[in-house]
T-cell receptor
Framework: DQQVKQNSPSLSVQEGRISILNCDYT??????FLWYKKYPAEGPTFLIS?????DKNEDGRFTVFLNKSAKHLSLHIVPSQPGDSAVYFC?????????FGAGTRLTVKP | NAGVTQNPKFQVLKTGQSMTLQCAQD?????MYWYRQDPGMGLRLIYY???????DKGEVPNGYNVSRLNKREFSLRLESAAPSQTSVYFC????????????????FGEGSRLTVL
């Protein structure tokens, strides 16, 4: 069973606009949530994270929002840039067990 | 500073053959992981090692074995490869250990693409 779900396989936005990537999870024991970015032929790289005790974490153009009651988190990228085009994975962890979503391919058009 | 290094990068096997994927990290991390990535499935955890000398099963351990040789190295072995094991395999490491704290950031290798015919 997939405990972390990213229901949108792809997203296309215009440069300068906001990108919103969504993620849902089912396991209420998850206590830490992360977003990873992956370019072709490379390993995923960490982007931003949030603890379950917070509802927002911001790092430059990237903001992650957590809604625990809805078991939902989202990543906002503002403004989007062509270099942001990549696959974004949502991940959730419970101690050493980290589960990933299927990924969303973001394309930012110039 | 190489980070996480995986070998080989590419491998083609015939059904029933065996092979070992090697992984080494130079960041002195306690925890190491093996994931596989398949289209539409994301990254699925095969095995992890919270610290030297310990290993635990993840979501999809069947058909695989692992060895935490020392703190730096964590290998993944396929004893009898099957076409269903065709995938891209990623090794990762992190600071998280047996303390039970948040795992934080995973550092990934570049991946090993395995094809089983």
């Amino acid at each position: 069973d997939q405990q972390v779900k990213q229901n949108s396989p792809s997203l296309s936005v215009q440069e300068g606009r906001i990108s919103i990537l969504n993620c849902d999870y089912t396991n209420s024991m998850f206590d830490y949530f992360l977003w990873y970015k992956k370019y072709p032929a490379e390993g995923p790289t960490f982007l931003i994270s949030i603890s379950s005790i917070k509802d927002k974490n911001e790092d430059g153009r990237f903001t992650v929002f957590l809604n625990k009651s809805a078991k939902h988190l989202s990543l906002h990228i503002v403004p989007s840039q062509p270099g942001d085009s990549a696959v974004y994975f949502c991940a959730a962890s419970d101690n050493n067990d980290m589960r990933f979503g299927a990924g969303t391919r973001l394309t930012v058009k110039p | 500073n190489a980070g996480v290094t995986q070998n080989p990068k590419f491998q083609v096997l015939k059904t029933g053959q065996s092979m070992t994927l090697q992984c080494a990290q130079d960041m002195n991390h306690n925890s190491m992981y093996w994931y596989r990535q398949d289209p539409g499935m994301g990254l699925r955890l095969i095995y992890y090692s919270a610290s030297e000398g310990t290993t635990d099963k993840g979501e999809v351990p069947n058909g695989y074995n692992v060895s935490r040789l020392n703190k730096r190295e964590f290998s993944l072995r396929l004893e009898s490869a099957a076409p269903s094991q065709t995938s891209v395999y990623f090794c990762a490491s992190s600071e998280a250990g047996t303390s039970g704290g948040a795992p934080g950031e995973l550092f990934f290798g570049e991946g090993s693409r395995l094809t089983v015919l």
